[in-house]
């Protein structure tokens, strides 16, 4: 099982890198591996390169298991687990348009985002890796949101396992695409008249 969930988290990766929702070095995804222990991407490594053994093991209280230094984030993703012990997965990506249209557009709210019964939340502006960040993240989901939006930064996607996660940040990145492009097309149908 163990095993198995850190190959997904690596497919996860790469999936998320081809998608264009992380570059080479930035974004990182975590899993539950039991009740106190979850496995996290690596800080520094290329995120499409990732093999099982490049995984960090961690447990709830910071606690270093094995593996390599973990991402930057861990302290985010260790407070979405203690507030939440259903949330099995969490997948933080660098989407492009969601992060700087937030606040200025709404989101267009599509099957696909009903499906889930997922609305974004958004947190301001925080430095990363910063424990107040982490917080707001901890607040927000404490608080039932399984979609966030940090602005100007990120989307953070918790589900029930990695790739409802993906799907989430995925989701509320292309409704903010689409948003914009019908406020495009709406700007420049104006202009032609």
């Known amino acids: 099982m163990e095993s198995r969930l850190l190959e997904e988290l690596c497919e996860v990766m790469r999936y998320a890198y081809v998608r264009g929702l992380i570059s080479a070095l930035t974004g990182n995804a975590s899993v539950r591996l039991g009740p106190d222990q979850i496995a996290i991407t690596p800080t520094g490594k290329p995120k499409f390169l990732l093999r099982p053994e490049d995984i960090s093991i961690v447990r709830l209280s910071g606690e270093a298991v094995r593996g390599p230094k973990p991402s930057s984030e861990v302290v985010m993703h260790l407070e979405i687990y203690r ?111």
């Not at 985002?113 to 974004?120: D, F, N």
């Not at 890796?129 to 901890?138: G, K, Y």
């Open 83 to 193: 507030v939440c012990g259903s949330c099995s997965a969490v997948v933080h990506v660098h989407g492009v348009v969601a992060p700087v249209l937030a606040g200025m557009v709404e989101p267009y709210i599509d099957s696909e985002l009903k499906v889930y019964g997922a609305s974004p939340c958004y947190v301001d502006e925080l430095p990363p890796s910063s424990r107040e960040l982490a917080e707001a993240v901890r607040v927000a989901v404490a608080g039932g949101c399984r979609v966030i939006v940090l602005r100007n930064h990120g989307l953070v996607g918790v589900g029930r396992n990695l790739w409802e996660a993906l799907e989430l940040v995925e989701a509320v990145e292309n409704s903010f695409k689409r948003s914009l492009a019908l406020y495009l097309v709406k700007t420049c149908g104006r202009s032609k008249d």
